[in-house]
C-alpha cells in the first residue's frame, strides 16, 4: 500500500468517536468554504486599502471590479480543476475501500484533484494578495476544509495537495500576468 493510501486511512479513522467530531468535519469540509467566500467578499468589500488593479483612490466602483477579476481568477481555477477530474476520472476513496468510514456521500469519479481544495486555496490566495494576514486565515481555513474532506472520505491526500497547488498556482500566476500587462 503506499503513503497516500496509509495516510489517508489512518486520517479516516478520526471519525466515529462523537457526533459533535463528525458533525464539526462535516461543516469544515462541506461548508468551511462558503464562509471563506463570504468573508474574503466582506473584507473586500469594506477596506479601506489602495486598488490593486487600477491607479486611482479606492472607491466602491473599483472595489467592485476588483472583485470582478478575482471571481475570473478563481472561475479559472474551477475549469481547470474540473477538466482534469473529467480527463482522469480518479475513483473516491470510499469506492475503493467499502472498510471506509464516510460521513458523506460525494461524487463518484471525480476524486483528484480535490474542488475544494483548489477553490479554497484559491480564495485565500486572493485574500492574501489583498491582504497578508487576512490571507494567512484563510490559508488555514483551507487546511481545515482540505485535511477534513480526507478524514471525512472523500479524498485522499494527494488530491488535496494537488487540488491546492492548483488553486494558489493558477491564482497567483494569473495575478501576476495581469499585473505585468497592464500596470
Not at 478575482?70 to 472498510?99: D, H, N
Request: hydrophobic share 55%; aromatic share 20%.
Amino acid at each position: 500500500m503506499n503513503f497516500n493510501n496509509t495516510l489517508f486511512l489512518k486520517l479516516n479513522t478520526l471519525t466515529g468517536y462523537s457526533v459533535f467530531s463528525d458533525t464539526s468535519i462535516v461543516f469544515l469540509a462541506q461548508f468551511l468554504i462558503f464562509a471563506m467566500a463570504v468573508m474574503l467578499f466582506v473584507y473586500m468589500m469594506v477596506s479601506e486599502r489602495t486598488s490593486l488593479f487600477f491607479q486611482q483612490q479606492n472607491s466602491s466602483k473599483y472595489r467592485f471590479y476588483e472583485i470582478v477579476i478575482f471571481i475570473g481568477f478563481v472561475s479559472c481555477v474551477m475549469l481547470v480543476v474540473t477538466w482534469i477530474k473529467w480527463y482522469f476520472a480518479i475513483p473516491r476513496p470510499f469506492l475503493q475501500f467499502p472498510e471506509v468510514v464516510k460521513l458523506f456521500s460525494y461524487g463518484g469519479f471525480d476524486s483528484f484533484p480535490s474542488g475544494h481544495a483548489a477553490l479554497s486555496a484559491a480564495l485565500a490566495t486572493v485574500g492574501y494578495i489583498y491582504n497578508k494576514r487576512f490571507g494567512v486565515i484563510l490559508y488555514i481555513c483551507a487546511l481545515l476544509v482540505g485535511i477534513s474532506r480526507v478524514v471525512a472520505g472523500v479524498h485522499f491526500p494527494f488530491d488535496i495537495v494537488v487540488g491546492y497547488m492548483l488553486g494558489i498556482g493558477i491564482t497567483g500566476g494569473l495575478f501576476l500576468l495581469y499585473k505585468k500587462l497592464f500596470s
